[in-house]
Nanobody
Framework: QVHLVESGGGLVQAGGSLRLSCAAS????????MGWFRQAPGKEREFVAA????????YYADSVKGRFAISSDNAKNTAYLQMNSLKPEDTAVYYC??????????????????WGQGTQVTVSS
């Protein structure tokens, strides 16, 4: 089991910034990648960004490229999502997730085995 705890969400004006953190504990040795997803009311959960634990490769949804940056501190088993130039359409609950080795693409929500409880991000216009 891997336990994930997100923090850093909140209310911000359009154009502002927030930094989300995701602390992992438990059987983290099986982690191939850590990802961030988001879910707005009435919409499906969507991929935002991911980072491979070993190589540090990063992946982004087109909607956040150039504005968001994912990073990780492997010594602390923590992933971060720096969100800049926030827009009202970025408003959602943001979830951190862990993808085990051998489970496929980082872009697919179904390939993640462990999830955090989510943190609300609200961007006002």
């Amino acid at each position: 089991q891997v336990h994930l705890v997100e923090s850093g969400g909140g209310l911000v004006q359009a154009g502002g910034s927030l930094r989300l953190s995701c602390a992992a504990s438990g059987r983290t040795f099986s982690t191939a990648a850590m990802g961030w997803f988001r879910q707005a009311p009435g919409k499906e959960r969507e991929f935002v960004a991911a980072i491979s634990v070993s190589a540090g490769n990063t992946y982004y949804a087109d909607s956040v490229k150039g504005r968001f940056a994912i990073s990780s501190d492997n010594a602390k088993n923590t992933a971060y999502l720096q969100m800049n130039s926030l827009k009202p359409e970025d408003t959602a609950v943001y979830y951190c997730a862990v993808k085990p080795y051998g489970s496929g693409s980082v872009y697919n929500v179904r390939n993640y085995a462990y999830w955090g409880q989510g943190t609300q991000v609200t961007v006002s216009s």
